[in-house]
């Protein structure tokens, strides 16, 4: 999941856009806001989700 975009969906952060920079052994992802400097420890589906960008596929708009 490295490098996919995500969508903070709890915490101080919910709501912004951010990046996942990796996984750790326990399935917590690294997680960096796009207006901070922070790194978070978050879980997926239930602290962040992944951004879809369905602009990318003309044939799905």
């Known amino acids: 999941m490295q ?3 995500v969508l903070i ?3 101080r952060f919910k709501g ?3 990046i996942c920079l990796g996984e750790d052994r326990n399935g917590r992802c690294a997680v960096s806001p ?3 400097d922070e790194i978070l420890s978050l879980v997926p589906d239930s602290d962040f989700g992944l951004l879809i960008d369905l602009s ?3 044939v799905r708009n």
């Open 34 to 36: 796009d207006d901070s």
């Open 56 to 58: 990318a596929d003309p």
């Open 16 to 18: 912004a856009e951010a």
């Open 3 to 5: 490098g996919a975009r």
């Open 9 to 11: 969906l709890s915490g």
